[in-house]
């Protein structure tokens, strides 16, 4: 072998190794490329929105409360244990109410809250209660739950307690009126019903 081909092979040997070199490494870089995590998009959880204005007025008065939360006044046999409502006023009236209850109730209260489900709840596994008084429960695991399919109402129900616990808030003059899905008694066969009757009693000849 001359000694111009001599150089020019020892010359080429490192260039084809280089080569070599590259191409084996071209596949490592490229699993690593692949196996880094992909960049995480920033997420921002939006926090509840909550009317952080104190309301204008509290009121603690069972029967009124009661009354408001529920369209009816209570009976002898609904026990109160705690009640709240709280109203925001501003130049145009009130522009948002939101009441809080605690009752043990009737026989008639029950019936007329869950078995006529006179507000058209419906049942739930999760109460989303927001600012709530501290007698209020935090966790519902023993309690059952129904809750409005358009608004805020939500009742829940210790059975085994016989406590009912109530919310609901709203904007404005915007009652909670019943929803009623139950069917209604014929006011034709109720016209008379606790009326005392129009004519004399009968009289019973001898």
């Known amino acids: 072998m001359s000694p111009r081909s001599l150089a020019a092979h020892l010359v080429g040997k490192p260039r084809r190794w280089i080569v070599i070199g590259v191409i084996l ?3 490592l870089a490229w699993l690593g490329w692949h196996s880094e995590p992909p960049p995480q998009e920033s997420r921002h959880p939006h926090a509840p929105t909550t009317n952080q204005v104190p309301p204008t007025t509290t009121t603690t008065a069972n029967a009124e409360v009661f009354q408001k939360a529920f369209w ?3 009976t002898d046999d609904d026990r109160i244990l705690h009640a709240e409502r709280r109203e925001w006023s501003g130049e145009d009236g009130i522009s948002r109410w939101q009441w809080f209850i605690a009752v043990q109730p009737s026989r008639q209260l029950t019936a007329y809250l869950w078995e006529n489900n006179a507000f058209g709840l419906i049942p ?3 109460a989303d209660i927001q600012a709530a008084p501290q007698w209020f429960p935090k966790s519902t695991p023993e309690l059952e739950i129904r809750r409005s399919p358009r608004g805020n109402m939500t009742l829940l129900w210790n059975r085994e307690d016989n406590i009912l616990y109530g919310t609901d808030d709203g904007g ?3 009652p909670g009126t019943p929803e009623s899905t139950a069917a209604k008694p014929d ?3 109720n016209a008379n019903s606790g ?3 129009l004519g004399q009693p009968p009289i019973h000849k001898p």
Do not use: A, H, N, Y
């Open 25 to 27: 490494c071209l596949p």
């Open 72 to 74: 009816k006044r209570p």
């Open 124 to 126: 739930s596994t999760q």
């Open 172 to 174: 404005g003059f915007r």
């Open 187 to 189: 006011p034709r066969q």
């Open 195 to 197: 009326r005392l009757p």
